[in-house]
């Protein structure tokens, strides 16, 4: 993939990852879940693999959080989950590690690391067993959600290479 088609793909999760901040969330625990931020990061891993869909997860986050759409929560669970699910992919090339990659990695791991993480940005000390939960439900209905649309569109380019479309 050429620079240029991979900055625009880059900037196309972006801009639906930020749009969607705001139109599609639910109150999950002491978060509010974000499922297309995790969504997003299954099909980036996929599509693009762990570097790409990390810095998409950063700056989604950071729109996110300039447009007062979420909190600094948002960076270590999107980036963890962003960068595992991309890991899994690159080393499995299944599209289901890659789901599994980021309901661990945001819903375990960066929950884990949200913890410091909101004790020194926003001064809260909710333990880990606040955050796992939330992040859980967020980054597992997302993840489920990233790999039907990844895998619908890999079976509707097979059909159309198998000359079915």
Known sequence: MNKTRLITTMAVFIAIGTISAQL?????????????????????????????????AFMISLLRNMLGLGTF???P???????????LYKKTEKRSLAAVGEGIGS??????FAVPFAHVFMGSSVGA???????LVSS??????????????YNRSMARSNGRL
Do not use: C, D
């Open 129 to 135: 067993f606040a955050f796992i939960p939330a992040f």
């Open 24 to 56: 599609i969330w639910f109150p999950a625990g002491v978060a509010r879940a974000y499922p297309v931020q995790h969504a997003i990061n299954v099909m980036a891993a996929v599509a693009l693999g762990p570097g790409p869909a990390v810095v998409i």
């Open 73 to 75: 929560l948002a960076f």
């Open 140 to 153: 597992v209905s997302g993840a489920m959600l990233g790999l039907l649309v990844v895998t619908k569109l």
């Open 77 to 87: 669970g999107a980036m963890v989950g962003a960068f595992l699910a991309g890991v």
């Open 107 to 112: 819903g375990i791991i960066g929950a884990l």
